[in-house]
């Protein structure tokens, strides 16, 4: 009873909140209104990768190819078209690892094929804000720092926006509206040509925003969850992004058609980053579950966790050539491991951990934000109590000590020389440091205010 009382509830909710109901004679859109179930449902198992029955679901023109026995689909005829069989029924043969679609689901698909399965352009997904960046009357937090590869630009999230600052602090350059209300995460791709964000609106949307660095131009904004987006990351070769949601999952989307490549669900708890390997085919993630986790981009399937379990993960980095993370989290210390399985687990509670390279000194407070320099010879973090504090990567040796009433610090990075750093937090103003000693340099607003 409770679960048939759930279903009314939850056809309920997707035909007033979810994909929106749609008159008994409108067209069904494939772009708008069936895409977005085969994203939830199905292309966790039918995608390039993982191809379960050779059928891939990542694109309308795959749909419609079907699989090497055939088309999957008849358009107009919805009673032939094996699709509509797999998912229809008191017991459906498809989605096998999930639960089975909703009534109104279904029927969404099935209407869509009786229309003649017809395929609309793409739907892009214009900013909330329109061209207008905000006004502002006090400084947000600063949750996200980066620094373009040529030395140019520093980006800082805003509310509704990106701001391009000249990477000296002497003024902002541009303002890149969008539609996530907050950003958590920002990053410039390897050859400096993409600027790519992760963030949305909690329990709303997440979204990935790919900006042009030079053109000032979105790329394309990818939203694939209905939470938030954290720690993103962009493959070398500026195909792929990767990110840790809210919901526990790590996402991997296409750039060039937003589509959802690869999810992994082994994650128990918000996942606070997702890292490629040098040639992108492996995932570092960390947890607030307190896992560093190896995973497969291909198949989304887990390969080990690259730690033994401590503190919960709120943060981490990888070294800008090799396969090395740091990780840090509420126990206040940053860890070294190589992008590799932790290795010889062979019983519960085993600590045996290959992948560790080193431990840096304790900071006595929780470690919101790490970063590595450019050459990977540094590594500096900020703390929840507004220490910022840098170390030699190779013996863990402390550079400097920064100590500040600026509040909790969220968000850290190197310049492209690695002759300074950036530090932002929760006073919502951005200071520049000189790295070899922690000097102080400059002191701006991350955001213009009157």
Known sequence: MMRLLCGIVAVFMFLTNGTHAIADDAQVSFHRDVMPVLRIHCVACHKPGKLKGGLDLTTAAALLAGTDGGPVIKPGHPEASRLIETIHGDEPEMPQES??????????????VAQGATVDEPISNPSRQGST???????????????????????????????????????????????SPRLESVAFSNDGTLLVASGGAASEFGEVQVWDVAKRELVRSIKGSKDTFYGVSI??????????????LVR????????????????????????FNNDGTRLATVSRDKATKLIDVSTGHLI????????????????????????????????????????????????????????????????????LSPDGSAVACGAAN??????????????????????????????????RIATGGYDGRIRLYKAANGEAIHDIASVPIP
């Open 386 to 419: 507004g220490e910022v504090r840098m170390f030699k990567t190779e013996n863990g040796q402390r550079i400097a000590q920064i100590k500040s009433e600026q509040g909790p610090v969220f968000a850290i990075a190197f310049s492209s020389d690695g002759a």
């Open 133 to 179: 960046p905000p006004d502002y009357k006090s400084l947000p937090a600063v949750h996200a720092l980066a620094f373009s590869p040529d030395g140019s630009w520093l980006a800082v999230p805003g509310h509704h926006e990106i701001l391009l600052h000249h990477a000296d602090g002497s003024a902002i350059a541009s303002r890149l509206p969008g539609d």
């Open 252 to 275: 991997v989307f296409n750039v060039a058609d937003g589509n959802e490549a690869m999810r992994c669900d082994n994650h128990l708890d918000w996942v606070f980053g997702a890292a």
């Open 304 to 371: 080990d966790d690259i730690n033994r379990t401590r503190d919960p993960l709120i943060c981490f980095a990888r070294h800008p050539t090799e396969e090395l993370i740091a990780t840090g989290g509420t126990e206040g210390k940053i860890r070294m491991f190589r992008m590799q399985p932790r290795g010889g687990r062979l019983a519960e509670g085993d600590n045996k951990e290959e992948s560790f390279v080193r431990e840096f000194e304790h900071m006595a407070s929780p470690i919101q934000t790490v970063a």
């Open 235 to 248: 493959s070398r070769d500026n195909r792929q992004v990767a990110v840790g949601c809210a919901d526990k």
């Open 99 to 112: 639960e089975p679609l909703l009534p109104a689901e279904v029927e969404l698909i099935r209407r869509w």
